[in-house]
């Protein structure tokens, strides 16, 4: 396809033209659309890839490169609940593949961390063993080591085992310094109330990733328990800017409000 070839060499306003001129000679056919979504993407058109990619699956819901394709976008827009459901169905059309069980792994962690205010004791103990099996598996099958231990270590976070997940995620960072792991590290470091490490975590992720909105969002919820609700603010209003139907953000604005007031009353 023309358009994938465009799309490879980052030619995206070419690949997204032969894509939509696919689309119109081929309306039936889903890896159009789906591959439109991965452009859109990566043209910074969040709502248009999240449309494109829903159409892809519409048109053509057993095909595993379409969901693998809508899960990576539906992962990447924040839209967790969605490229979970896609991604089960590619790791159930491809149980072989180690990249499609990592997938599903980072999809089920991501669902968990995203929400604003999370009890994560709660977490069922068959939603532990999924994620686990899904990671050893995965393992087995010969994925890469340092990204199982750095969803690992997430995983661990998540059910309060902050003794064990910081080690990995430290050594993992100090493997591959990208802005993800940092940023993992700085919301294993807030979780666990060392906000000092949290901030100069973040920041380093944020000197990799300026514009990430996961990134300003752990950044502000990391300032919101420093207790400096104003400068917290203008992270979830940017990311709000970048990302308008951000729900963690805009939840997290509004107590960024409530704090403010409560301040204020507190003053008078």
């Not at 048109?59 to 490229?83: C, R, Y």
Request: proline share 3%; aromatic share 4%.
């Amino acid at each position: 396809m023309l358009g994938e070839t465009y799309h490879a060499k980052n030619l995206n306003d070419r690949a997204l033209s032969a894509l939509e001129r696919a689309a119109q000679l081929a309306p039936h056919l889903g890896k159009p659309q789906a591959e439109m979504a991965r452009v859109y993407l990566q043209l910074g058109k969040r709502a248009e890839a999240k449309a494109a990619a829903e159409a892809a699956i519409e048109l053509d819901p057993n095909s595993t490169d379409v969901l693998a394709a809508a899960a990576e976008v539906f992962l990447k827009t924040n839209h967790h609940a969605q490229s979970v459901a896609a991604s089960r169905k590619v790791a159930k059309g491809r149980p072989e593949d180690a990249e499609s069980l990592m997938n599903l792994t980072r999809a089920l962690i991501l669902e968990k961390e995203s929400a604003p205010i999370g009890n994560f004791s709660k977490i069922e103990g068959t939603e532990r063993a999924e994620i686990m099996n899904q990671l050893e598996r995965a393992a087995d099958l010969g994925a890469d080591a340092n990204a199982v231990s750095v969803w690992k270590a997430r995983a661990l976070a998540l059910f309060g085992n902050f003794k064990e997940a910081i080690p990995l995620l430290e050594a993992a960072v100090a493997k591959n310094p990208s802005a993800e792991i940092y940023c993992a590290l700085a919301s294993c470091y807030r979780r666990a109330g060392k906000l000092t490490l949290a901030r100069k975590a973040i920041e380093s992720s944020l000197e990799r990733e300026p514009a990430n909105v996961n990134n300003l969002i752990e950044r502000g919820r990391i300032i919101l328990e420093q207790g400096d609700a104003a400068n917290a603010r203008e992270n979830f209003e940017r990311v709000i800017s970048l990302d308008p139907q951000n729900a963690a953000a805009h939840q997290l604005l509004g107590e960024c409000f409530q704090a403010n007031g409560k301040r204020l009353e507190a003053t008078h």
